[in-house]
């Protein structure tokens, strides 16, 4: 073993092996991994084997679609077989809301290039006569499923990655991680110390105990999976004698069960809902190619649904029961990237889904480590996405839901309970008082709507309008008309102070910055010209500044300032970063009446003169110090007020007294975004993202390539001098009893139109369509699916995809936000555009101008 590498890969499961074969693949050669015992030891050999395209976020699907391509190559480089069966897979539904999801799911296949097709039951017997299709209602087929050798494909990843120049240490245990001052990394083994620039945790089942080697409690945890294996069964070789071919895969979500051919006969695996942890707090070092206790009553449940929807399994007989642990995240997605805090320490762990994603995991890590980038839109894997309030009981709650939920749908006003309340603010119980429905946001609860009084305070889930429609409509009208009152404690809050300050935003921000008592809007991109942060800020003094954010970026963001802290000159040790997080809270009030509201609480002369819009100050409200802007996310004219959690109760209640002569009302977070709605303004990671550059998002006005070499400026301004390929919009939508809730298709009528190669982010590839309207195949297409349906509808085509939406309750109309190409974006003609909603094509119009205040009058009143 050597004892200097740029690069350690801690870990050899099918994960570890992936990352170095992706980094060696990128040119670093003087890699090594290091593994406890033997390749495949942890969770991979007892893998399932199964791959899928499919994911809730289109951006991981994107790389599950390149895992599925990268088989044939690490085949052919190592010589070593991954035996694989791409045999295409159904999802089945027993429910119309169940169908609904598959519409959704297959909607979002027609932008990302899927090849999915929507069937009958009848149809899916057909390539799975095991079933009784009188379950069913409906199902979706997916040609770009399969299975593998676990075992086989671990070890083509690494033959591949020795081939090309990376070493494998084997049975030679991580003892201990120490950092020297230059950032140099010591990983202590059991043979010896290995000096290294970067260290990567594929840890897997001991990915925690490796995290805390460095003092980070990673937010994973192994549950036991039980998946069983048939004895041969004569209706299985019967059918592949019959047709030439395997039987598909198939997922049942009333059973939460999976199943497929293994050899002659079934696979099937459950996620049940009486699951177990496994070990919990601390993983056992000596744990090896072993497997679990089995414990068939806790799945009996599934399987009795099972062989119901199944009876052909029902028949056959048990051969052997695997149970086994797998990692899982909170959401169920991988913990990939650095960790803010640290230097050159990275995460490639919680891949519960190996053998879809660790392709795309070892592609995207390589990719940021080599690059600076992962080069694809990650937040869905990122491991900064989740914050300090995921502890370890807080996580070994939240997996269990999330595990026990796997094959259930999740509702888009579904708000799920496991580990709350984890972090409240100072008005939580007043606001449970006033009847509000809660919701998590970045572990805060926040109210979201508030339910009339004598009715319970909660959500009835649906895919259509639910019953917060009326209650939020009144919310907006109430707001709109006179004047609202809302939490904003979710906001990220942060000061940047010290010399050299204004200079390291000015490096980092695409805007200048402020005078002292103005406040600025500005995007933030990182070196490829793409967004990667949305920013209100304030000068509050010399060299001090207030920014306020995404909430759910607050990791994110950190890891991007401390990343980028002047290492040299004057402001080298000077600048310094504050995160408030809950130790700053705040509430927003807006409406026409908000200035005379504000008036009665202050001191000071808050007219339009003396308190202009986009103005920051510093005084007393109700009594108590605060920070307030002139600025509201409602588009309308209002104040954001700030102040320390101990005054927020005195803060609240001077508003709600003085404004009940105003008719004052409380409104939540879903109001506050329908008003967005209609303002035409973005939110961050759905209209604002790392796949899109500024001009593309519509950001122009806060882009000054003039003022200073920013981070980003020459790939913003080859994009303002060659123009976007695709252009954010607004737009008003003919919807039924549905609106949008992200990922939808937007199409156009546009005939055989060629508006050149729109690189898609989210999916496969983007369609190109030539002179002649016929599609030319997107680069990403997984091998063997056929041509891409949906796609093509006559003079119809799939143009672009929405990233958010809903109703907008003041102008009563259903709008959405999505990217179209550019030479679509400013047409408002009635008749060119129809956006998906839940199967159904509704008719859409691009609004160039937002439909409430279009002129900006009343908020800069």
């Given at each position: 073993?050597?004892s200097?590498?740029?690069a ?5 499961g099918?994960v ?17 991994l ?22 809730g ?70 390539m ?22 676990p ?39 059991e ?24 003092g980070v ?20 070789e ?27 006969g079934?696979?099937?695996?459950t ?61 169920g ?5 650095p ?9 490639a ?18 990719n ?79 109210p ?41 404690a ?27 008592g ?6 933030m ?48 040790s ?91 009302v ?12 209609e ?73 055989g ?8 982010p ?36 799939v ?7 809903g ?11 999505g ?27 691009i609004?160039v ?13």
């Amino acid at each position: 073993m050597k004892s200097h590498a740029k690069a350690v890969v801690i870990g050899g499961g099918v994960v570890g092996c992936s990352v170095l074969y992706h980094l060696a693949k990128a040119g670093w050669t003087d890699i090594m991994l290091i593994e406890r015992s033997e390749l495949t030891s942890g969770s991979s050999w007892h893998a399932a084997g199964g791959f899928h395209t499919l994911n809730g976020d289109p951006n991981v699907a994107k790389l599950q679609a390149y895992t599925v391509q990268l088989y044939r190559e690490i085949e052919e480089l190592s010589g070593q077989s991954c035996s694989l069966h791409l045999t295409g897979g159904v999802m089945m539904a027993d429910t119309p809301e169940r169908m609904d999801f598959l519409r959704l799911a297959h909607a979002k296949g027609r932008y990302l290039g899927m090849d999915t097709e929507l069937i009958t039951p009848s149809e899916a017997k057909a390539m799975f006569p095991l079933m009784d299709e009188t379950n069913f209602v409906g199902a979706m087929w997916d040609p770009v499923e399969g299975h593998l050798d676990p075992s086989g494909t671990t070890h083509a990843y690494a033959k591949a990655a020795r081939k090309l120049g990376a070493e494998i240490v084997l049975r030679n245990r991580v003892v201990e991680l120490t950092q020297e001052v230059d950032g140099t990394w010591n990983v202590v083994t059991e043979q010896g110390t290995v000096k290294a620039e970067h260290v990567v945790n594929c840890g897997g089942l001991w990915a925690r105990e490796i995290g805390r080697m460095v003092g980070v409690e990673l937010p994973l945890l192994a549950m036991e999976h039980m998946y069983l294996l048939t004895e041969p069964m004569p209706e299985v070789e019967e059918f592949n004698k019959s047709t030439g071919r395997e039987m598909i895969g198939v997922m049942d979500f009333k059973g939460e069960i999976y199943t497929r051919q293994e050899r002659n006969g079934i696979l099937l695996g459950t996620y049940e809902k009486a699951c177990k942890p496994w070990s919990p707090v601390n993983t056992p070092w000596d744990f090896g190619h072993e497997l679990l206790q089995p414990d068939i009553d806790r799945i009996a449940p599934s399987l009795e649904i099972g062989f119901k929807h199944f009876p052909g399994i029902e028949k056959a007989g048990i051969k052997q029961i695997i149970n086994g642990p797998f990692t899982f995240a909170l959401d169920g997605n991988p913990l990939v990237g650095p960790v803010q805090g640290l230097t050159n320490f990275w995460c490639a762990c919680a891949v519960m889904a190996g053998f879809s994603q660790g392709g795309g995991v070892g592609l995207a890590l390589s990719n940021w480590m080599v690059h600076g980038d992962p080069g694809f839109d990650v937040w869905g894997m990122d491991v900064a996405r989740f914050g300090e309030w995921a502890t370890l009981r807080y996580t070994n709650a939240k997996v269990r839901e999330n595990y026990s939920r796997r094959f259930s749908i999740r509702f888009p006003n579904e708000e799920l309970p496991a580990a709350r309340p984890a972090q409240t603010s100072p008005l939580y119980d007043t606001m449970l008082a006033n009847n509000a429905v809660m919701g998590d946001s970045w572990g805060l609860e926040t109210p979201l709507w508030f339910a009339p009084k004598g009715t319970e305070p909660k959500d009835i889930v649906s895919f259509h309008r639910s019953n917060d429609f009326g209650p939020i409509g009144e919310e907006v009208r109430a707001t709109r008309e006179k004047v609202g009152v809302t939490e904003i404690a979710n906001f990220a809050k942060y000061e940047v102070s010290g010399l050299g300050s204004e200079d390291f935003l000015n490096r980092l921000m695409t805007n200048r910055m402020p005078k002292t008592g103005r406040i600025v809007l500005t995007p933030m991109l990182n070196e490829f010209g793409r967004l990667i942060g949305d920013f209100t800020i304030a000068k509050a003094g010399e060299e001090r500044f207030m920014i306020w954010s995404s909430s759910a970026a607050q990791k994110y963001h950190m890891r991007w300032f401390e990343k980028h802290l002047p290492k040299d000159g004057p402001g080298a040790s000077q600048v310094r970063i504050h995160r408030f997080d809950q130790t700053l809270v705040g509430l927003s009030i807006a409406g026409p009446k908000s200035r005379d509201l504000l008036q009665k609480l202050v001191d000071v002369d808050v007219s339009t003169k003396a308190f202009r819009f986009m103005d920051f100050r510093e005084m007393a409200v109700g009594g108590a110090p605060c920070m307030v802007n002139r600025i509201t996310y409602t588009g309308d004219l209002g104040y954001e007020i700030w102040m320390a959690p101990a005054y927020q109760r005195l803060v609240y209640k001077a508003i709600k007294d003085a404004g009940e002569e105003f008719g004052l009302v409380d409104f939540g977070m879903r109001a506050l975004l329908s008003m967005r709605l209609e303002k035409n303004f973005p939110t961050w990671f759905r209209e604002l993202r790392p796949i899109y550059g500024p001009f593309e998002g519509a950001m122009d006005r806060f882009v000054k390539l003039e003022k200073n070499d920013f981070i980003g400026r020459d790939a913003a301004a080859r994009e303002q001098a060659e123009g976007p390929k695709l252009r954010r919009v607004s737009f008003i939508i003919d919807a039924a009893d549905a609106d949008v809730m992200g990922d939808e298709p937007i199409w156009a009528k546009v005939g055989g139109k060629d508006y050149g190669t729109v690189e898609k982010p989210h999916g496969y590839g983007a369609p190109r369509f030539d002179t002649d309207g016929k599609e030319v195949r997107g680069s990403m297409a997984a091998e063997g699916a056929s041509a891409v349906r949906g796609i093509i509808d006559g003079d119809w085509r799939v143009v672009g995809w929405v990233t958010s939406g809903g109703y907008a309750h003041y102008i009563k109309k259903s709008m959405a936000q999505g990217y179209v190409p550019a030479a679509l974006a400013a047409d408002e003609s009635a008749g060119l555009f129809e956006i998906e909603i839940l199967g159904s094509r509704r008719s859409a119009r691009i609004n160039v101008e937002p439909p409430f205040d279009p002129s900006g009058e009343k908020m800069r009143a």
